[in-house]
């Protein structure tokens, strides 16, 4: 008579787990189940690129203005006048030179002239405001660099436009009107004498000679004197027409790139860092899909009823293909 043992100890059943690969998801779904990994990156990439902003040398402008005024100021009220002293403006600019008002610099800041980078002059529109502006390596450099530029474009409009003073173009065709007056007195004293003289004994060579040297110097005399009396002439009816500069605002630091690079390599690294991490999300959801290889489990607690229910817990991805079978006898 034959008997059936019953198993003593669990049974072995082997169990092939599957994986089903769901379809790719989207580089933002990605993200948001990494989101701590994507955090971490953008921050560090916008904290590097302040980083290299603050590091990176900056520049600083320091600015002056000046105004083109006129010495009369009735010239206020005359029609047209806002137009033609922001021509005036336009044109006084151009006596600054960027190569020109570097080397004008050297003797003013010796050797911190090599900081200076950029010299410019411009009008502001629709007024008779010109804007000088010096962009230096240091901010100390570029407020001297300003007044110097400044001192620089006053002198160079005065040399321009300054008139001759009138009461001393005076003095000097009175000078010269006594001399011209005094040679010719010598001239006719000598012509006189000379046709005075009997015809028995005619005057000299040399006091021929006297006279036309006489005549000579007078007919140079009267052409300075004529030449001076037109430039009087032109100093006093020139006189109201004239104009100068006035320093408006004294050279001040107006601008500089340090809080800018910040800012902009700050955005630069942030943008970096989020790809960064945008990428890194990507690659370590793909990780998490790769195929688990086929396993044994047993009919003990955590055996394939365990095991399916921590796979689908985990990602949801995997099946039982053979079920659990048991051996009893």
Do not use: C
């Amino acid at each position: 008579m034959s008997s059936t043992k019953p198993s003593t100890g669990p049974s072995e059943v082997p169990v092939e787990v599957v994986t089903v690969d769901r379809e790719p998801v989207s580089p933002l779904t990605a993200l948001r189940r990494h989101w701590v990994v994507g955090a971490v990156l953008t921050i560090a990439g916008a904290l590097t690129g302040a980083a290299l902003g603050a590091a990176t040398p900056a520049s600083f402008t320091s600015e002056s203005r000046v105004a083109v005024g006129s010495n009369d100021l009735l010239a206020l009220s005359v029609p047209g006048y806002a137009y033609a002293a922001g021509q005036l403006a336009a044109s006084t600019a151009r006596y600054v030179d960027n190569s020109q008002a570097l080397g004008a610099l050297e003797p003013v800041l010796g050797e911190d002239a090599a900081e200076v980078e950029d010299v410019s002059a411009s009008p502001i529109p629709e007024s008779n405001i010109i804007r000088v502006e010096v962009t230096a390596a240091t901010s100390d450099v570029a407020t001297r660099a300003t007044a110097a530029v400044t001192d620089y474009l006053l002198e160079q409009s005065s040399r321009v436009n300054t008139s001759s003073d009138a009461d001393e173009l005076l003095g000097q065709y009175a000078d010269l009107s006594r001399e011209v007056a005094q040679t010719r007195a010598e001239r006719d004293s000598l012509s006189a004498s000379i046709q005075s003289a009997p015809a028995t004994a005619p005057p000299s060579p040399d006091v021929q000679a006297q006279l036309v040297d006489l005549e000579a110097q007078l007919a140079v005399l009267s052409a300075r004197q004529g030449a001076l009396e037109a430039r009087y002439q032109d100093a006093v009816t020139s006189d109201d027409l004239s104009y100068q500069l006035v320093t408006v605002a004294e050279a001040a630091p107006s601008f500089d790139t340090s809080t800018t690079q910040v800012q902009r390599y700050g955005l630069v690294g942030l943008v970096a860092g989020l790809l960064l991490g945008l990428l890194a999300a990507v690659l370590l959801d793909r990780a998490r899909r790769r195929p688990r290889p086929a396993g044994v489990v047993t009919d003990e607690p955590g055996g394939v009823d365990s095991l399916l229910e921590t796979d689908r817990s985990g990602d949801g991805r995997t099946t039982v293909a053979e079920t659990r079978a048991r051996d009893r006898s």
